[in-house]
Structures are given as structure tokens and as C-alpha cells.
């Protein structure tokens, strides 16, 4: 790859983790029959009626979790890369991320993380992925079925992923990731401009 087409700028991002943890909501083979035929419309109609199905208890705790990490944006041919490291906030001090894309389908994002926990996630609307995780303890394979991508981010400086983890066959958690990326000198800028001292943010605990 010729260097002069590789542009790499030093960014701040801001993090906004959406989880909402969900019991363990059984969907069975009715669940993969659906998935396997590409019918994404009936998966989703038969979330809605386990919803309905078990209005009381269903979602068992619900967190949003703020931070600002600096990381790099590294544009490189067609293929995008955004890096960052994980704040103690986060519970994964030390791990690195790194997501990536390619421009010609942008609608496909791939996240991997290194150190004590690591993953491999694929995000692609409507789909539904077998990614790898890895923890201290052990490796396993959890679901990934994505409901939106919202790739903006070298247009507008923002990705949007919303997506369900499933583990064995039940809806684990659902998740709303929201990264908006700022090149740092202006976000400086913008941090004395309003008075912010601080590079992290807090855990919302009013949820």
C-alpha cells in the first residue's frame, strides 16, 4: 500500500453504551428457522411477542455508560480503522479496540479487542453473526444479530451499532454503542470552551 494514500489523525471519541440486560428469553428453533431463511421480519415480530409474552420482569437491569477516550482514525485505501483503548470505567482497563470498515460497504463494521477480554463482533443490519468471546476464564461463542448500523463517521464523525447478544439461544442483552469522533485539537478546543477538565465521563445511574 502506498504511504502517501495512508492518513492517520489523532481523535478524541466519545463513547455512549446503551445496555438494556434481558432474562433469559428461550426463542428455540423457531428463532434459527428464521434467521436461516433471511426472514429478519419474523425474528423481530417474535421478540415483540416475547415481549408481550412476559411484560413483567423481562428486563432485568438497564445501564448507560459515558466516556471519552483518545484514539486514532486511520483511513487507508478503501479500509477504515478506528482505535482507542478501553477506560477503567468501562471494566476492561488495559484491553485495546479497534473497529473497521471498508468504504464500499460501510454498512459492515467488524470490532476486535485485545487484552484480558477479547472479541471479534460483526455488525451488519439485519444479519446475525457467530462471533467469538474470549475471557481469562474461558472461550465461547455468542450470537450478534444487528439491528442497525448508522455508519457516518467519516462524513459526520459518527457510527451508530444497535444490536441484541444472544448466548445459547436467548436474548441476553441489548446494546445501543454510539461513537462520535472529533479531531482532538478541536475537541480541546471545544473542552476549555466549555470548562471540561476532564477526559472521562460517568456512569448515568438514573436510568
Given at each position: 500500500?502506498?504511504s502517501?494514500?495512508?492518513?492517520v489523525r489523532?481523535?478524541?471519541?466519545?463513547?455512549?453504551?446503551e445496555r438494556?440486560?434481558?432474562?433469559n428469553?428461550?426463542?428455540?428453533?423457531?428463532?434459527d428457522?428464521s434467521?436461516?431463511?433471511?426472514?429478519?421480519?419474523?425474528?423481530l415480530d417474535?421478540?415483540e411477542e416475547?415481549r408481550a409474552?412476559?411484560?413483567?420482569?423481562?428486563?432485568?437491569e438497564r445501564e448507560?455508560l459515558e466516556t471519552?477516550?483518545?484514539?486514532l482514525?486511520?483511513?487507508?485505501?478503501?479500509?477504515v480503522c478506528?482505535?482507542y483503548d478501553?477506560t477503567e470505567l468501562?471494566?476492561?482497563e488495559g484491553s485495546?479496540?479497534?473497529i473497521?470498515?471498508?468504504?464500499?460497504?460501510?454498512g459492515?463494521?467488524?470490532?476486535?479487542?485485545?487484552?484480558?477480554?477479547?472479541?471479534?463482533l460483526?455488525?451488519?443490519?439485519?444479519?446475525?453473526?457467530?462471533?467469538?468471546?474470549?475471557?481469562?476464564y474461558?472461550?465461547f461463542s455468542?450470537?450478534?444479530f444487528?439491528?442497525?448500523?448508522?455508519?457516518?463517521l467519516l462524513s459526520?464523525?459518527?457510527?451508530?451499532l444497535?444490536?441484541m447478544i444472544?448466548?445459547?439461544?436467548?436474548?441476553?442483552e441489548?446494546?445501543l454503542?454510539?461513537l462520535t469522533?472529533?479531531d482532538?485539537?478541536?475537541?480541546?478546543?471545544?473542552?476549555?470552551?466549555?470548562?471540561?477538565?476532564?477526559?472521562?465521563?460517568a456512569?448515568?445511574?438514573?436510568?
Amino acid at each position: 500500500m502506498d504511504s502517501e494514500s495512508k492518513r492517520v489523525r489523532n481523535v478524541a471519541i466519545r463513547i455512549v453504551s446503551e445496555r438494556t440486560e434481558q432474562e433469559n428469553a428461550m426463542l428455540g428453533t423457531m428463532m434459527d428457522e428464521s434467521l436461516e431463511s433471511g426472514n429478519v421480519i419474523d425474528y423481530l415480530d417474535m421478540l415483540e411477542e416475547e415481549r408481550a409474552a412476559e411484560p413483567d420482569g423481562e428486563i432485568t437491569e438497564r445501564e448507560r455508560l459515558e466516556t471519552i477516550s483518545a484514539g486514532l482514525l486511520e483511513e487507508s485505501g478503501t479500509t477504515v480503522c478506528l482505535r482507542y483503548d478501553e477506560t477503567e470505567l468501562t471494566g476492561m482497563e488495559g484491553s485495546s479496540v479497534m473497529i473497521a470498515f471498508d468504504t464500499r460497504t460501510p454498512g459492515l463494521v467488524s470490532m476486535l479487542r485485545t487484552g484480558a477480554v477479547r472479541t471479534a463482533l460483526t455488525f451488519e443490519a439485519g444479519r446475525r453473526h457467530l462471533c467469538a468471546y474470549d475471557t481469562p476464564y474461558a472461550g465461547f461463542s455468542i450470537g450478534v444479530f444487528t439491528l442497525r448500523v448508522d455508519n457516518c463517521l467519516l462524513s459526520e464523525g459518527k457510527l451508530i451499532l444497535e444490536y441484541m447478544i444472544e448466548v445459547r439461544g436467548a436474548v441476553a442483552e441489548r446494546n445501543l454503542l454510539t461513537l462520535t469522533v472529533q479531531d482532538r485539537a478541536e475537541a480541546c478546543d471545544d473542552a476549555e470552551g466549555d470548562g471540561v477538565g476532564g477526559q472521562e465521563g460517568a456512569e448515568d445511574g438514573d436510568t
